[in-house]
């Protein structure tokens, strides 16, 4: 495509007061723009008007040199045509020095990158197939058929499979339910069984009760389905849903584990779970001679809150304790209960449930640090706890121990059983050596987990959604929830977190939106969270392709499989459009139109480096775009100043970083590159699951380059940052300025 580049620069927001605006026109000669214009107020509807007619009259690649590209998006926005926004107010004007030697080269070079990734980058065309827009629902509890109603509210077809032979899950086991409505003082009755009339007496929804899933294959709006079904006879059928959720539930914490409180060892002490089944058909009783319970002590957070057990909190034990301490109450007013707890948690209007059952005299709280649970005469349990609030320890004798044990999600270990796929490989090959002796000992290990599949996702990165913290299967829970690692594939309910049933309902709904919202974007070629409408896609020259496989292992996603000699298989609809394959790639064969290796490497070669006579030190950043291009932008608007020697590069991820980059920025003459993007680790998360991760492995390889070439170590290095600490963003860029200061010039420079 022959290409017309126009420069359109804006005066306002002091970009005209600080900078020679008439040297930044002969940057712009220089490198072979058609035109050059400067404006007062560009984003006003006079200077649209400008750009918008000089499209019209054939310009179709616009350089919109004013605020950061995350400003004014819509309205620099022009059909046909990719415009290319060089950030001159933020990261230029707004904080450094006006009117300055050094404010106008930084411009001049800013304007010089954006000018020769507008002449790389092309129009991303989306990728557009024939997409089905059914939604497929696994599990039939309360968030399983709260998904598959609002979907088929919004007009859609559901499929909805549960394994048990009913719906209703966990729920419909239970008689009486948390209160979810004014005054929030009562357990209520249990309405699952309006749930399950409403699911099915929708004409929308197809039910299968008694199956499961055989296999999964497929990408969004393209997902074949093969369930099997128990019956009188095993039937199997095949369909084709746009999208999935998964809300498979949950399933109690194992209370074997727990022998020193009492579990397994006396028989009158029970779980949460089995409380509740005795409360559905009548007053408690003792397991061990059935004679009613009439002293009955709960122990909360029984293995949770605990590192040897469950480190979270499940969220409802103590909301279900009060319902079954009330409900006991009600049952056997004769009887008395005891909760033991380490902190009583009800949250919002369930401190009115927690005040109701304060009310009343026989149910006496405690904070207390249960110890053990032993067995006094007549198989009497007795509760040893210190650290109570009266100040002493305690022994209590009960009649009835209730344990309140965590949830634990009902969802598959998609890594583990991927690696153990993986090792059987190794196993039916015979591979020799200490490979093979390493597979058998991972089959040995994973073997407890052969068939406890649920998905069966045809993937080449395993059968099931890959699990984070907790063994919870989400994908960003700061800022997607709903979200897996699988594009497409929604959790909801308990397999997501814990939750009371109506959050579970709430998260059904939530969840079924974002499969409806997947199935919508996939019709029109866009991608889903983060690069929300993104419709670029990587394109694979697979001729060079040498089957060294980094690209599907490492895509966090699972949008890669791959043949048997190990060559990538693309499914477009299931990419992100994050760029970890293209980072990974020795070959550089993977590239999007308008991001990729030899866009970016342009840019770098696009800034003038000062020879080492100078004395003005060059120095490279590649920022991420979802954390640490946007801290920057507030240290911008904040007008907190940083060194006007770095010049900054926006990159999709950390993890779509390409070593070659780094040699290019090197080879150039740059005298360091500094690398930002999402804090990793547990208690925040890369946008892109693994990015950072993968960028700290690849930084040990760039350390060791470095060295070969005698070069030091400092020269290049990877910070992470999250968005909040915009602060602290340009404290890091100075210090790296200073200390590269110290290093001294590249000697590579001028080579």
């Given at each position: 495509?022959?290409?017309?580049?126009?420069?359109?620069?804006?005066?306002?927001?002091?970009?005209?007061?600080?900078?020679d605006?008439?040297?930044?026109k002969?940057?712009?000669?220089?490198?072979?723009?058609?035109?050059?214009?400067?404006?007062?107020?560009?984003?006003?509807?006079?200077?649209?008007?400008?750009?918008?007619?000089?499209v019209?009259?054939?310009?179709?690649?616009?350089?919109?040199?004013?605020?950061?590209?995350?400003?004014?998006?819509?309205?620099?926005?022009?059909?046909?045509?990719?415009?290319?926004?060089?950030?001159?107010?933020?990261?230029v004007?707004?904080?450094h020095?006006?009117?300055?030697?050094?404010?106008?080269?930084?411009?001049?070079?800013?304007?010089r990158?954006?000018?020769?990734r507008?002449?790389?980058?092309?129009?991303?065309?989306?990728?557009e197939?024939?997409?089905?827009?059914?939604?497929?629902?696994?599990?039939?509890?309360?968030?399983?058929?709260?998904?598959?109603?609002?979907?088929?509210?919004?007009?859609?077809?559901?499929?909805?499979?549960?394994?048990?032979?009913?719906?209703?899950?966990?729920?419909?086991?239970?008689k009486?339910?948390?209160?979810?409505?004014?005054?929030?003082?009562?357990?209520?009755?249990?309405?699952?069984?309006?749930?399950?009339?409403?699911?099915r007496a929708?004409?929308?929804i197809?039910?299968?009760?008694?199956?499961t899933?055989?296999?999964?294959?497929?990408?969004?709006?393209?997902?074949?389905?093969?369930?099997?079904?128990?019956?009188?006879?095993d039937?199997?059928?095949?369909m084709?849903?746009?999208?999935?959720?998964?809300?498979t539930?949950?399933?109690?914490?194992?209370?074997?584990?727990?022998?020193?409180?009492?579990?397994?060892?006396?028989?009158?002490?029970i779980?949460?779970?089995?409380?509740?089944?005795?409360?559905?058909?009548?007053?408690?009783?003792?397991?061990?001679?059935?004679?009613p319970?009439?002293?009955?002590?709960?122990?909360?957070?029984?293995?949770?809150?605990?590192?040897?057990?469950?480190?979270?909190?499940?969220?409802?034990?103590?909301?279900?304790?009060?319902?079954?301490?009330?409900?006991?109450?009600?049952?056997?007013?004769?009887?008395?209960?005891?909760?033991?707890?380490?902190?009583?948690?009800?949250?919002?209007?369930?401190?009115?449930?927690?005040?109701?059952?304060?009310?009343?005299?026989?149910?006496?709280?405690?904070?207390?640090?249960?110890?053990?649970?032993?067995?006094a005469?007549?198989?009497?349990?007795?509760?040893?706890?210190?650290?109570?609030?009266?100040?002493?320890?305690?022994?209590?004798e009960?009649?009835?121990v209730?344990?309140?044990?965590?949830?634990?999600?009902?969802?598959?270990?998609?890594?583990?059983?991927?690696?153990?796929?993986?090792?059987?490989?190794?196993?039916?090959?015979?591979?020799?050596?200490?490979?093979?002796?390493?597979?058998?000992?991972?089959?040995?290990?994973?073997?407890?987990?052969?068939?406890g599949?649920?998905?069966?996702?045809?993937?080449?990165?395993?059968?099931?959604?890959?699990?984070?913290?907790?063994?919870?299967?989400d994908?960003?829970?700061?800022?997607?929830?709903?979200?897996?690692?699988?594009?497409?594939?929604?959790?909801a309910?308990?397999?997501?977190?814990?939750?009371?049933?109506?959050?579970?309902?709430?998260?059904?709904?939530?969840a079924a939106?974002?499969?409806?919202?997947?199935?919508?974007?996939?019709?029109?070629g866009e991608?889903?969270?983060?690069?929300?409408?993104?419709?670029?896609?990587?394109?694979?020259?697979?001729?060079?392709?040498?089957?060294?496989?980094?690209?599907?292992?490492?895509?966090?996603?699972?949008?890669?499989?791959?043949?048997?000699?190990?060559?990538?298989?693309?499914?477009?609809?299931?990419?992100?459009?994050?760029?970890?394959?293209?980072?990974?790639?020795?070959?550089r064969?993977?590239?999007?139109?308008?991001?990729?290796?030899?866009?970016?490497?342009?840019?770098?070669?696009?800034?003038?480096?000062?020879?080492?006579?100078?004395?003005?030190?060059?120095?490279?950043?590649?920022?991420?775009?979802?954390?640490?291009?946007?801290?920057?932008?507030?240290?911008?608007?904040?007008?907190?100043?940083?060194?006007?020697?770095?010049?900054?590069?926006?990159?999709?991820?950390?993890?779509?970083?390409?070593?070659?980059?780094?040699?290019d920025?090197?080879?150039?003459?740059?005298?360091?590159?500094?690398?930002?993007?999402?804090?990793s680790?547990?208690?925040?998360?890369?946008?892109?699951?693994?990015?950072?991760?993968?960028?700290?492995?690849?930084?040990?390889?760039i350390?060791?380059?470095?060295?070969?070439?005698?070069?030091?170590?400092?020269?290049?290095?990877?910070?992470?940052?999250?968005?909040?600490?915009?602060?602290?963003?340009?404290?890091?860029?100075?210090?790296?300025?200073?200390?590269?200061?110290?290093?001294?010039?590249?000697p590579?420079?001028?080579?």
């Amino acid at each position: 495509m022959d290409r017309k580049l126009a420069v359109y620069v804006c005066k306002g927001c002091d970009i005209g007061a600080s900078l020679d605006i008439e040297a930044l026109k002969d940057v712009a000669s220089e490198a072979g723009v058609d035109a050059f214009h400067e404006h007062e107020c560009l984003c006003g509807a006079a200077g649209r008007d400008l750009i918008r007619q000089d499209v019209l009259d054939g310009v179709n690649a616009p350089v919109v040199a004013a605020c950061s590209p995350r400003f004014m998006i819509d309205a620099f926005t022009f059909d046909g045509c990719r415009t290319e926004r060089v950030n001159l107010r933020e990261h230029v004007v707004w904080s450094h020095e006006p009117n300055d030697e050094d404010t106008q080269m930084l411009a001049a070079d800013y304007l010089r990158m954006g000018i020769a990734r507008a002449q790389k980058a092309t129009l991303p065309e989306p990728f557009e197939e024939e997409v089905n827009e059914d939604i497929l629902v696994v599990g039939g509890g309360v968030s399983g058929m709260s998904a598959a109603l609002g979907a088929a509210g919004a007009g859609h077809h559901v499929v909805l499979v549960e394994k048990a032979e009913s719906l209703g899950g966990w729920m419909s086991r239970f008689k009486r339910h948390i209160p979810h409505e004014p005054p929030y003082r009562d357990p209520q009755p249990s309405t699952v069984g309006e749930q399950i009339d409403r699911v099915r007496a929708d004409d929308r929804i197809q039910v299968f009760t008694g199956t499961t899933i055989e296999k999964i294959t497929g990408q969004p709006g393209q997902f074949d389905v093969t369930l099997h079904t128990n019956g009188g006879s095993d039937t199997t059928s095949s369909m084709r849903v746009g999208a999935i959720v998964q809300a498979t539930g949950w399933k109690p914490y194992d209370a074997t584990r727990l022998g020193h409180l009492g579990y397994g060892t006396c028989p009158n002490v029970i779980t949460n779970v089995q409380m509740e089944e005795q409360l559905a058909s009548g007053p408690p009783t003792r397991p061990s001679d059935g004679k009613p319970a009439r002293r009955i002590a709960f122990i909360q957070c029984a293995g949770s809150r605990d590192k040897d057990h469950l480190p979270y909190c499940s969220a409802v034990c103590c909301r279900v304790s009060i319902k079954q301490a009330l409900t006991a109450r009600e049952l056997d007013p004769e009887c008395e209960v005891y909760v033991l707890y380490k902190d009583i948690r009800t949250p919002g209007q369930h401190e009115d449930f927690y005040r109701r059952a304060q009310e009343d005299a026989a149910i006496f709280f405690t904070k207390a640090e249960v110890e053990t649970v032993g067995e006094a005469g007549d198989h009497n349990p007795v509760v040893r706890a210190k650290n109570t609030l009266v100040g002493e320890d305690i022994q209590l004798e009960a009649d009835l121990v209730v344990l309140a044990t965590g949830m634990v999600p009902a969802s598959a270990d998609g890594e583990a059983l991927r690696r153990l796929a993986d090792a059987k490989s190794v196993v039916a090959k015979g591979e020799a050596g200490v490979q093979l002796e390493t597979a058998k000992e991972t089959v040995a290990s994973l073997a407890h987990l052969e068939g406890g599949e649920i998905l069966n996702l045809g993937y080449r990165q395993g059968p099931d959604l890959p699990v984070l913290k907790y063994d919870f299967p989400d994908s960003h829970f700061i800022c997607f929830p709903y979200e897996s690692r699988r594009t497409g594939i929604y959790a909801a309910g308990c397999v997501r977190a814990p939750e009371d049933a109506q959050l579970a309902r709430e998260d059904g709904a939530g969840a079924a939106l974002k499969a409806i919202q997947t199935v919508r974007l996939a019709k029109k070629g866009e991608a889903v969270h983060p690069r929300w409408g993104d419709v670029s896609y990587p394109d694979f020259n697979l001729q060079r392709c040498t089957q060294c496989k980094r690209c599907t292992e490492e895509c966090p996603f699972g949008t890669l499989n791959e043949d048997v000699k190990g060559t990538p298989q693309l499914n477009p609809i299931r990419c992100r459009r994050c760029g970890i394959c293209m980072g990974a790639c020795p070959e550089r064969i993977i590239s999007f139109k308008d991001y990729s290796v030899d866009i970016v490497s342009s840019m770098i070669k696009a800034v003038d480096i000062p020879d080492e006579f100078e004395e003005k030190p060059r120095l490279l950043g590649l920022l991420c775009e979802n954390d640490a291009y946007p801290a920057l932008d507030t240290a911008g608007l904040k007008r907190i100043r940083h060194s006007a020697n770095i010049r900054f590069i926006p990159v999709r991820c950390l993890g779509s970083i390409n070593t070659v980059w780094i040699a290019d920025a090197l080879s150039r003459g740059y005298d360091g590159i500094l690398l930002v993007g999402c804090r990793s680790g547990a208690d925040y998360q890369c946008h892109f699951i693994r990015g950072s991760e993968l960028m700290e492995t690849r930084s040990s390889n760039i350390q060791e380059k470095l060295k070969q070439l005698a070069l030091e170590e400092e020269r290049v290095r990877l910070e992470q940052l999250p968005i909040n600490e915009f602060d602290r963003l340009p404290e890091i860029i100075n210090e790296f300025a200073a200390q590269i200061d110290e290093i001294g010039m590249n000697p590579f420079k001028g080579f």
